[in-house]
Structure formats: structure tokens, C-alpha cells
């Protein structure tokens, strides 16, 4: 399962970018204490974000507060 676990560094205010993983294309959002993923290609897939697993499919994002 592909997981995550942020802490980006006090004076950033966010982070954007996409992980490939297992032929899937997975677009990761952190900002504003919160963590937004999105499946962008590939078959629905679980991915962890810190200890919440969150159930992905296309186009939908899944979020977490931290």
C-alpha cells in the first residue's frame, strides 16, 4: 500500500506533486494542515495518509487533516 506520512518545514506553506505507483498516477496536495490525494490514472486503489487509509478511484480525492 502505497503511504504517507508529511511534515513539511515551518516556514513552507505547502507542497504539490505526483507519485507513479504500480502503474498508477496519484497527485498529492499538502497545504493548509491538510492532505488532499488524487487519483489521476489507474485502477482505484488504498493509500495511507498518516494512519487514516483512504480508498482512491479516478478523479476523486480523499482527505486528511493533520
Same mark, same amino acid.
Request: glycine fraction near 12%.
Given at each position: 500500500? &502505497?503511504?504517507?506520512?508529511? !511534515? %513539511?518545514?515551518? @516556514?513552507? !506553506?505547502? %507542497? &504539490?506533486?505526483?507519485?507513479?505507483? !504500480?502503474? !498508477?498516477? =496519484? *497527485?498529492?496536495?499538502? /497545504?493548509?494542515? $491538510? =492532505?488532499?490525494?488524487? &487519483?489521476?490514472?489507474? @485502477?482505484?486503489?488504498?493509500?495511507?495518509?498518516?494512519? =487514516?487509509?483512504?480508498?482512491?478511484?479516478? *478523479? /476523486? $480525492?480523499?482527505? =486528511?487533516?493533520?
Amino acid at each position: 500500500m &502505497l503511504g504517507i506520512d508529511p !511534515r %513539511l518545514p515551518a @516556514q513552507w !506553506r505547502g %507542497l &504539490l506533486f505526483t507519485v507513479c505507483w !504500480r502503474g !498508477r498516477s =496519484v *497527485g498529492i496536495r499538502i /497545504a493548509d494542515r $491538510t =492532505v488532499g490525494a488524487t &487519483l489521476v490514472q489507474g @485502477q482505484p486503489m488504498e493509500m495511507r495518509i498518516t494512519d =487514516v487509509t483512504r480508498k482512491l478511484t479516478a *478523479g /476523486a $480525492t480523499g482527505q =486528511v487533516s493533520l
